[in-house]
């Protein structure tokens, strides 16, 4: 079975903090993504990436940027968290033709 | 870029009777739409998808039907369960090259017993 592990499931800042949120696969895949979920929005795509040290922007990537050092993990940081930034954030590796795996996500609220 | 709509945002359906999920979109070089199922509590996980060389795919009771000049495609889940209840994503892939999915807001779907 895939694994996708994210480094918490709540987590509670206050504004003006960094934030880093940690994703780690067991799968060797190359693709991986950091989306944020709201309701009434969906899922929407802050950043992916498709090798080691690569990265492309999605479609909200303002006030977030990401770090792939190492194949099985993707970091999504909050350089300056702001309360428009509570959300769930959701990884997910696979993508193109192929299932998209998804972590249990990280529940964030910034106070 | 790309627009995914999809409709309803909720809805109820009395246990046993069909429920049917639609999305439009807007990229006519789309040609791959999954459907993702989240739990709650859990991330999203795909159920079924089709792509555009066919135009419906069943496995069950869910089924996914493909209207490419219309631009939709639905899914439907007949004979629902209490367990049908969750949150359901539709999506498509544009074939330019990229990996990424383009998701519709979602919708939630209750099965009342």
């Known amino acids: 079975d895939v694994k996708v592990t994210q480094s918490s499931r709540y987590l509670v800042k206050r504004t003006g903090e960094k934030v880093f949120l940690e994703c780690v696969q067991d799968?060797?895949?190359?693709?991986m993504f950091w989306y944020r979920q709201d309701p009434g929005l969906g899922l929407r795509l802050i950043y992916f990436s498709y090798d080691v040290k690569m990265k492309e922007k999605g479609d909200i990537p303002e006030g977030y940027s990401v770090s792939r050092e190492k194949k099985e993990r993707f970091s999504l940081i909050l350089e300056s968290a702001s309360t428009n930034q509570t959300s769930m954030y959701l990884c997910?590796?696979?993508?193109?033709?192929?299932?998209?795996?998804f972590g249990p996500g990280t529940r964030l609220t910034v106070l | 870029g790309e627009n995914v709509e999809q409709h309803p945002s909720t809805l109820s359906v009395q246990e046993g009777d069909s429920a049917v999920i639609k999305c439009t979109y807007s990229d006519s070089a789309s040609n791959y739409f999954p459907w993702y199922k989240q739990e709650l509590g859990k991330g999203p996980q795909l159920i079924i998808d089709i792509r555009s060389n066919v135009g419906e795919k069943k496995d069950q009771r869910i089924a996914v039907t493909l209207n490419k000049t219309a631009k939709h495609f639905s899914l439907h889940i007949t004979e629902t369960q209490p367990e049908d209840s969750a949150v359901y994503f539709c999506?498509?892939?544009?074939?330019?090259?990229?990996?990424?999915?383009?998701f519709g807001t979602g919708t939630r779907l209750t099965i009342i017993p």
């Open positions: 997910a590796l696979g993508g193109g033709y192929n299932e998209q795996f």
């Open positions: 799968m060797d895949h190359e693709n």
């Open positions: 999506a498509d892939l544009s074939n330019f090259g990229n990996e990424k999915l383009t």
